[in-house]
T-cell receptor
């Protein structure tokens, strides 16, 4: 089983619908992130959470919200989806104790299409 | 804010040959970390190699090595003896003092010709 699991893997929805992307991890990491990938733009940070009570906006948080339900769970919501939110979304984790390495561990991505 | 630039949207290499992917970054920090991630068609992001800025020696992982030029803020990836399985998107990423938050470049798509 993957250490960082995202659901759903693929989703097609309509404009105006509420969508939730879920992420769970078994790595025991305290930090979790949501990134969005668009062609030519790399990955852009949407939100990040350094622990259950700490939620922070990233570069492109408008139109998104998050919830850190537990150390192992971090969900991303689109309250009213719009077509330009069509993208590949990645959840990632890291360990604050691993400052030297600074490595992120990624889920397999959730491809969202908004019609 | 830090920025990471990959100026080559696409590159191609003949199997068994060597290819170099370019990356430049902008930062005012002196202590930071740089990474190359590989994204094959499976979409999974895989760490290829990392470099700590305070280390002058270039990192090497098997066929993958970097040319880290701190003064020039350049961090290129060299892939030797290219294999078909190396075909993927490659992302350069920066991690500074703000914590474990990576800033990514736009990516380079590498094609490997048999």
């Amino acid at each position: 089983d993957a250490d960082v699991t995202q659901t759903p893997r693929n989703r097609i929805t309509k404009t105006g619908k509420r969508i939730m992307l879920e992420c769970s991890q078994t790595k025991g990491h305290d930090r979790m992130y949501w990134y969005r990938q668009d062609p030519g733009l790399g990955l852009q940070l949407i939100y990040y959470s350094f622990d259950v009570k700490d939620i922070n906006k990233g570069e492109i948080s408008d139109g998104y919200s998050v919830s850190r339900q537990a150390q192992a769970k971090f969900s991303l919501s689109l309250e009213s989806a719009i077509p330009n939110q069509t993208a590949l979304y990645f959840c990632a984790t890291s360990d604050s104790r691993d400052r030297v390495a600074g490595e992120l561990f990624f889920g397999e991505g959730s491809r969202l299409t908004v019609l | 804010a830090q920025t990471v630039t990959q100026s080559q949207p696409e590159m191609s290499v003949q199997e068994a040959e060597t290819v170099t992917l370019s990356c430049t970054y902008d930062t005012s920090e002196s202590d930071y970390y740089l990474f190359w991630y590989k994204q094959p068609p499976s979409r999974q992001m895989i760490l290829v190699i990392r470099q700590e800025a305070y280390k002058q020696q270039n990192a090497t992982e098997n066929r993958f090595s970097v040319n880290f030029q701190k003064a020039a803020k350049s961090f290129s990836l060299k892939i030797s003896d290219s294999q078909l399985g190396d075909a993927a998107m490659y992302f350069c990423a920066y991690n500074g003092n703000a914590g474990n938050m990576l800033t990514f470049g736009g990516g380079t798509r590498l094609m490997v010709k048999p």
